[in-house]
């Protein structure tokens, strides 16, 4: 039986910030499934909350996509910043590869993988490091597992289609991490990836 705390770990802050979670992408899946996007923004919370964040990390993994994600980027940024303060909007930016503009399409892939590689280069801030490497981990996670089950078609379900592309975005970015997160928790992303590798090869 789980032991209790004094109070509770998780405010109603955290409740909101589902709930924003769920309006942004109520409608949207993972890439090729009909598992809603909402399980990858639960997941990465929990990642989070496992490898020692507090309740503004997790708010930010949570709403990581958000600012991507939603028809206007700029508008949820406000929101976010005006619901949950600066620290968890700074963190939900730094870990965006994109704002969303209404009508208009992202950046090319290559272009807004590099420019984020570059980015998280030069952070400093552990926060960022911690939701980013949780958010990396879950998504090699989720490749290796269909690596496994339909082989080299997961491929297909991204715009980066190309497999040697997909290693360098998630190598670079793992090596980023060493020594900027929890070392159990950059190992496992090291292990996740060197599979994601072998399975690709394989």
Not at 49 to 75: K, M, P, Q, R
Request: glycine share 6%.
């Amino acid at each position: 039986m789980p032991t209790s705390a004094a109070g509770p770990l998780l405010s109603r802050r955290f409740t909101e910030a589902f709930a924003l979670a769920s309006d942004v992408h109520a409608t949207q899946v993972r890439k090729g499934s009909a598992v809603p996007y909402l399980a990858h923004l639960m997941s990465v919370a929990a990642l989070v909350l496992e490898n020692g964040g507090d309740e503004d990390t997790a708010i930010a993994a949570l709403l990581h996509d958000a600012v991507e994600d939603s028809s206007d980027g700029s508008e949820t940024e406000a929101r976010i910043r005006g619901q949950f303060g600066d620290r968890v909007a700074d963190i939900v930016l730094a870990c965006s590869d994109a704002i969303a503009v209404p009508g208009q399409k992202k950046a090319p892939w290559p272009d807004r993988k590099a420019e984020y590689i570059s980015r998280l280069a030069s952070e400093t801030d552990p926060d960022v490091f911690l939701v980013s490497a949780c958010d990396k981990l879950h998504n090699a996670r989720s490749i290796v597992a269909d690596l496994r089950t339909i082989g080299p078609a997961t491929w297909d379900r991204f715009s980066q289609r190309d497999p040697a592309a997909q290693l360098w975005y998630y190598e670079t970015l793992a090596a980023c991490y060493h020594g900027k997160v929890p070392a159990p928790l950059a190992d496992e992303l090291d292990r996740t990836v060197a599979e994601m590798r072998a399975l690709a090869n394989g």
